[in-house]
């Protein structure tokens, strides 16, 4: 009659607990080439004493005997000779003004996921007029990263009545470093839907960013039809030629 342990673990139920312990176990006792070089030079020095490995071996005195400490501190096993971490313990803090934080989580509530870029316009002002040191984008995301991400995502609930993560689709976009370089080689399409008076509105605009000419047109239909009376008008409005590709009328048309 066979018998099995009924003994419950604290980290029964943990995924991924088995396998970050056998890749603990696996780096701990791994042996680099480095490691087996230092316990060559150490073996030799025992052998034949320390003036021989400094001749035969191009390290110095000091580096010789701090291996011989992590050696013997190690217990003589070689896994001990292993290159530790060389990361600082104590790591320098961002330190901005409390007022600069505060105006970017403000920011950031009122529109939620605004990136560091479009932030940094907004936040620009604001330290000019009170004199205080503006970070640059890239140091805005990361003091967002540092309070945590401030994000919001947009949420749903499923057919089961659960609130679930709604995930971001994939769209095309403008690479960031595309520069338009004449009138009607770049232009911006975009549309917002609101509720004016119980009654469904689409707002339709369009811009082109090299002259920053801006057009919009409010209808009360998003299909194609009106796409295609949209475009009509941009033609005839904006005083410069451009082309639309199928991607972009297969867009609106959707």
Known sequence: MEFFSRQKSKYAGIKGLVG?????????????????????????WERHGLKAALDAFPHKKSTLYSWRQ??????????????????PQTRRKRSWPIAVISEIKRIREEHPNLGEEKIYPELLIFCQADNLPCPKPVTIGRLIKDLG???KYPQKISHFGKIKKVNRQKVLRKPKDFQPAYPGHLVALDTIEIFINGTRRYIITFED???????????????????????????KAFPYSFNFGLRELSCWSQ
Request: hydrophobic fraction near 45%; aromatic fraction near 16%.
């Open 149 to 151: 991400g401030l994000r």
């Open 70 to 87: 992590a050696w013997i501190k190690g217990g003589r096993k070689i896994e001990a000779l292993n290159e530790k971490s060389k990361a």
């Open 20 to 44: 970050a312990y056998n890749d603990y176990i696996k780096y701990q006792y791994m042996l680099t080439e480095k490691a087996k070089h230092k316990a060559r030079v150490l073996v030799f």
């Open 209 to 235: 960013i090299y002259t920053r000419f801006s057009f919009a047109w409010a209808t009360t239909s998003h299909a194609s039809l009106a796409a295609k009376e949209f475009f009509e008008l941009c033609i």
